[in-house]
Structures are given as structure tokens and as C-alpha cells.
Nanobody, 125 residues
Framework: VQLQASGGGLVQAGGSLRLSCAAS????????MGWFRQAPGKEREFVAA????????GYADFVKGRFTISRDNAKNTVYLQMNSLKPDDSGVYYC???????????????????WGQGTLVTVSS
């Protein structure tokens, strides 16, 4: 399974970015997809997840109301729309997926088996 994250960049506080994660090598539509992020000097943390059908999503408290996760199974792609960005949102954003089909999600990074290479988001004040 290969995951390719893209869409990061430099944006001013209050601005928006949309991250994409394209998956290949497996039936994309059967698996949960998650987004994590890691700021310099900090541990990687959960941001959002979406189950295979897209019917259920989960968010970290610090992004609720600002970020939206979605997926297009026909394009094997998951998105993270990020609005009202803050400098604290800066970091490398990773997409991830578990090895087996599932209809649930987790905030634990150990639950996910495959990871993309990450895309850098920098929010200036």
C-alpha cells in the first residue's frame, strides 16, 4: 500500500489549505483513513479519521469546527480541508490507514499500519 500526501504549504493565520492523500496498491474503499500531524519537537498526534463509507468521522478537539475530513473512493483519495488555520497547526501532516478492512477508527497511531511521507504545513502569524 502506498500513500502519497500533498497540498501542504505556507499560509497566513486565518487562511485555508486542503490536503490530499492518494492511495494505491489496495482496495481503498474498504479501509479507514486517518490524518496525523507532528510539530517540531513534539510527538505525532491524531487529527481526524474517516471510515470506509465516509459515514462516520472523528476529530481531535483542537480541530473541531475548523477541519473537515472527506474521501472520494472513486479517486482513492482522502482530503483534509483546513480552515481558520493557526500557527499551532503548523507541522508535518501524515495520512495513514490500517492493514485490515474495518468500520471503526482510532486516535492511536499504533492502530495504523501504512503511512504516507507527510506534507509540511506552515502557518505564519
Amino acid at each position: 500500500v502506498q500513500l502519497q500526501a500533498s497540498g501542504g504549504g505556507l499560509v497566513q493565520a486565518g487562511g485555508s489549505l486542503r490536503l490530499s492523500c492518494a492511495a494505491s496498491g489496495r482496495t481503498f474503499s474498504t479501509n479507514t483513513m486517518g490524518w496525523f500531524r507532528q510539530a517540531p519537537g513534539k510527538e505525532r498526534e491524531f487529527v481526524a479519521a474517516i471510515i470506509s463509507s465516509g459515514g462516520r468521522t472523528g476529530y481531535a478537539d483542537f480541530v473541531k469546527g475548523r477541519f473537515t475530513i472527506s474521501r472520494d473512493n472513486a479517486k482513492n483519495t482522502v482530503y483534509l480541508q483546513m480552515n481558520s488555520l493557526k500557527p499551532d497547526d503548523s507541522g508535518v501532516y501524515y495520512c495513514a490507514t490500517p492493514r485490515s478492512p474495518t468500520s471503526t477508527w482510532s486516535v492511536r497511531e499504533q492502530w495504523y499500519d501504512y503511512w504516507g511521507q507527510g506534507t509540511l504545513v506552515t502557518v505564519s502569524s
